[in-house]
T-cell receptor
Framework: AQSVSQHNHHVILSEAASLELGCNYSYGGTVNLFWYVQYPGQHLQLLLKYFSGDPLVKGIKGFEAEFIKSKFSFNLRKPSVQWSDTAEYFC????????????FGTGTRLKVLA | DAMVIQNPRYQVTQFGKPVTLSCSQT?????MYWYQQKSSQAPKLLFHYYDKDFNNEADTPDNFQSRRPNTSFCFLDIRSPGLGDAAMYLC???????????FGPGTRLTVL
């Protein structure tokens, strides 16, 4: 069965540190890839998405992610985090070949220390 | 502002008493989704509509039903809630299959 793995459940960083959150999926077909963010007390928001073209995708608030097909990965990066990036981050994968699936990872809680 | 609205934000029901959660959108998106999210878990897709075409996830319990009377509204009916159905229920929309989803604030369901 298809699955999405986020290996880091909790990450604590100081401001200005660089961030990389891992996301791996298991599915051999064509996929669309997403990162969502949920700030404290707010609802899920789309950070960025990939469905074709340049595997390096830039999103809002200085985030980017790179799709590496050979590694089934879509890691999220930010060169310098801010206190306001404290949130929960979810990776998601959708597949449209065959039965439509939309699967979320279990999330990574990021805490940025001021 | 275009948005996804869920009502109520908090719902308390009794074991076995039917409950309906509602979702509306002003985005005019084709696809509407219902997710169940339990504490510290990933959102789990229950079903979705592409226009009027209903798609049920294979492992969604029969206890859960959905209606989409028009483009803007979608309802989640839980016919006989059990204690295990206590969760946050999220509604989301997207323009099509490849687009990112826009989420509502969720309805937190408590079952007594």
């Amino acid at each position: 069965a298809q699955s999405v793995s986020q290996h880091n459940h909790h990450v604590i960083l100081s401001e200005a540190a660089s961030l990389e959150l891992g996301c791996n999926y298991s599915y051999g077909g064509t996929v669309n890839l997403f990162w969502y963010v949920q700030y404290p007390g707010q609802h899920l928001q789309l950070l960025l998405k990939y469905f074709s073209g340049d595997p390096l995708v830039k999103g809002i608030k200085g985030f980017e992610a790179e799709f590496i097909k050979s590694k089934f990965s879509f890691n999220l990066r930010k060169p310098s985090v801010q206190w306001s990036d404290t949130a929960e981050y979810f990776c998601a994968v959708s597949t449209t070949s065959g039965t439509y699936k939309y699967i979320f990872g279990t999330g990574t809680r990021l805490k940025v220390l001021a | 502002d275009a948005m996804v609205i869920q009502n109520p934000r908090y719902q308390v029901t009794q074991f076995g008493k039917p409950v309906t959660l509602s979702c509306s959108q002003t985005l005019n998106h084709n696809v509407m989704y219902w997710y169940q999210q339990k504490s510290s878990q990933a959102p789990k897709l229950l079903f979705h509509y592409y226009d009027k075409d209903f798609n049920n996830e294979a492992d969604t319990p029969d206890n859960f039903q959905s209606r989409r009377p028009n483009t803007s509204f979608c309802f989640l009916d839980i016919r006989s809630p059990g204690l295990g159905d206590a969760a946050m229920y999220l509604c989301a929309t997207s323009r099509d299959w490849t687009g990112g989803q826009f989420f509502g604030p969720g309805t937190r369901l408590t079952v007594l």
